[in-house]
């Protein structure tokens, strides 16, 4: 090769690496951990305005048919009542299917040797879920139901229809929190808060009450009618804000 077109192709190999060295030395924006970084929840408690029922029944028979023949008219009859109480089919909902075995162990005096286990019947559980969306009339359903054969009540939990507005209002104190906690760190360590280079909205539990336990309520009809006190929930939104330094 002559030392023309070797000087040629060195050449080119120097003008081609020339930007990638210069985009190396050039400082990049700042990385989203780098900086002061902040992670604040704003929240804020309202009054709920909806209530969720769970409730259901179980049957037991000898056979997994019996077992079942028994519980689905017992749970018409509860989709009948929440009918009669004025809820919407789109407020009430299948929320549990159950077919189980029941088992019994034979007794050690029976035979010196262990034995299986031994299917002694079948149990039948049916479940639905059914919005409220006047809490006053939570206390009712829930009776209306127990006469109607529930004699399963999994819990009640307490909710929002819409909860933008209580939202924004604990977004807005998750950003005040996030600002005044970078201040505080910047001035206890002797630098400036510097613009914001990032945002990020974490997602938050939902805005629903833990649920009351009902098991209470598995008794008959006729007894004192089931009062109902939601209290408030609380609406949380959580901010990750990272800020630059300045000295």
């Known amino acids: 090769m002559s030392k023309t077109k070797k000087a040629l ?26 900086g002061i970084v902040i992670q604040t929840t704003g929240e804020v408690r309202v009054k709920p305005d909806l209530a969720t029922v769970q409730a259901g029944v179980v049957s037991e ?23 009669s109480a004025g809820v919407t089919l789109g407020d009430l909902s299948t929320s549990q299917i ?36 006047d809490i006053a009339k939570a206390g ?27 939202k924004d209002q604990a977004r807005d104190k998750a ?12 001035k206890r360590l002797g630098v400036k808060v510097g613009e914001l280079v990032s945002i990020v909205e974490a997602e938050a539990e ?6 009351g336990d009902t098991r209470a309520y598995r008794m008959a009809a ?3 009618p ?10 949380s939104a959580a901010l990750r804000t990272v800020w630059r330094i300045e000295k």
């Open 9 to 34: 192709i060195i050449a080119a190999l120097a003008a081609l690496s020339a930007p990638v060295q210069a985009q190396a030395q050039t400082p990049g924006p700042l990385a989203p951990a780098e």
């Open 61 to 83: 028979g000898k056979t997994a048919a019996e077992a079942l023949s028994k519980n689905t008219p017992a749970l018409a009859k509860l989709i009948e009542a929440v009918k």
């Open 98 to 133: 159950a077919l189980t075995p029941r088992m019994t162990q034979p007794s050690a005096s029976s035979s010196p040797q262990a034995r299986a286990p031994k299917i002694d019947g079948y149990e039948a559980r049916t479940g639905i879920t059914v919005i409220v969306r």
């Open 140 to 166: 009712p359903l829930i009776d209306a139901l127990v006469a109607a054969g529930a004699n399963d009540m999994s819990g009640i939990s307490f909710g929002l229809a819409d909860e933008d507005k209580a």
């Open 175 to 186: 950003a005040e929190a996030a600002r005044t906690r970078a201040e505080i760190y910047a």
């Open 206 to 211: 939902p805005p629903v009450r833990p649920m």
């Open 222 to 224: 006729g007894a004192a």
């Open 226 to 235: 089931v009062q109902v006190e939601p209290g408030e929930v609380t609406v």
